[in-house]
Nanobody, 126 residues
């Protein structure tokens, strides 16, 4: 059974930091891109950050650039370090993996992702 499991969510004050982790199991994720998406109440799921299987760079939504950093810990896991959090960052955060991404625009397209975690809640209080 293929699974992605997120951890590290919680409640934090504005300006604070949180670190989200995601670990895959059930198959090899060596060649997968890994991404983070989020969904706030009443809104659609949106792209946050992604990293290719090589781990050589990261892609970010404009709203989180300079505050969030994605890294590839090993072939099966990824971390999203979130700093200077704002109330508008409040959402359920999902980890996802994708096979065969070739173009930059694909990394932010949630329809290109094959496996998804169950999500972890991040709440930022003002």
């Amino acid at each position: 059974q293929v699974q992605l499991v997120e951890s590290g969510g919680g409640l934090v004050q504005a300006g604070g930091s949180l670190r989200l982790s995601c670990t895959g199991s059930g198959r090899s994720f060596y060649r997968d891109a890994m991404g983070w998406f989020r969904q706030a109440p009443g809104k659609g799921r949106e792209f946050v950050a992604a990293i290719p299987w090589t781990g050589y760079t990261g892609y970010y939504a404009d709203s989180v650039k300079g505050r969030f950093a994605i890294s590839r810990d090993n072939s099966e896991s990824t971390t999203l370090q979130m700093s200077d959090l704002k109330p508008e960052d409040t959402a359920v955060y999902y980890c996802a993996s994708a096979i065969g991404l070739k173009y930059t625009r694909e990394y932010s397209d949630l329809t290109r992702y094959d496996y998804w975690g169950q999500g972890t809640q991040v709440t930022v209080s003002s």
